[in-house]
């Protein structure tokens, strides 16, 4: 695996060797001594046309747990925001003696971009990018869910039969494709639920069915998961649902649907959460979320990815 630029190209194979190496990533970040010197000598550059703190944190952490000499680069206040090109900036880079890219853009497709422009003869990494993918989330994602499940006998599982009820904001959101194309190919069934204003055009060819009505889709298919997305402060002021109110009303996990469970099913956030618009305070903190897991297991699965992408290994090699 050269470059992680979308979880649609990534095989059952390589997506299950993902999780099992990041399942050996775990174990080394339960340690006292978090660290492998797996990529000691490689620099990594986290180059951020878009601010997320959690993202680059979790990635800053797992390069530097892997013994990484870590760049980050954020395009605020840079050179970029005087006018650089994505192109003279990754060649500056380049020319540093750079050995893997992550990055995060806000225009869809300028990972592909730079994975195949030849500027830069490095792995890329996609951070996120506009309104199209995010491949590590949708792997931490997946890898969280497959932990709940099977707990110490997870390696080599995929996600076959499990049901996954996605909600929200799904035509913006790069997580919710993501999490399409990966649940998809480990065997999960996902249904996504939103307002018709907030499904894309096309969302017939995608690998769901769709519902518009929450409360009809969770009595139906009473899913094994519930992942709730953000629904960002812009999208409330650009008529895409009439209110605040509404939107909880009608698509928010509030204390009543969570309470209509099963005790079984999980509640996942890619955070950071709006409490008592799409989840309520209730469902966030219960033993049912795992948005805390997550968070730290986004840091094993980045692992797992920089591992992969670096090294070319397909299993873990100790020193």
Known sequence: MKHLLSTR?????????L??????????????????????????????????????????????????????????????????????TTQTLAAMGIDAVVIRHGASGAPQVLAQ???IDAPVINAGDGTHEHPTQALLDAFTMRKR??????????????????????????????????????????????PPTLLPHAVDTWPVSVSYDLDEALAQSKPDVVMMLRIQQERMHDAFFPNEREYSNMWGLTQERFFSLPAKTMVMHPGPMNRGLEISSVAADSPQSTVLEQVANGVSVRMAALYMVLTGEREVTHD
């Open 9 to 17: 190209d990534v095989s059952r194979e390589v997506a299950i060797q």
């Open 117 to 119: 422009s030849g500027w």
């Open 149 to 194: 499940l099977h707990g110490a006998g997870s390696r080599g599982k995929g996600l076959d039969g499990v049901k996954v009820t996605i909600v929200g904001d799904i035509l913006h959101s790069r997580v919710a494709r993501s999490n399409v194309w990966l649940l998809q190919t480990l065997g999960a069934e996902v249904q996504l639920v939103a």
């Open 19 to 88: 999780l099992d190496i990041a399942e050996d990533m775990s174990a080394v970040n339960e340690r006292e001594v978090k660290k492998l010197p797996a990529l000691r000598g490689k620099t990594v550059v986290n180059l951020f046309f878009e601010d997320s703190t959690r993202t680059r944190i979790s990635f800053e952490a797992a390069e530097k747990r892997l013994s990484a000499d870590v760049i980050n680069f954020a395009a605020k206040g840079s050179s970029v925001s005087k006018g650089e090109s994505l192109k003279d």
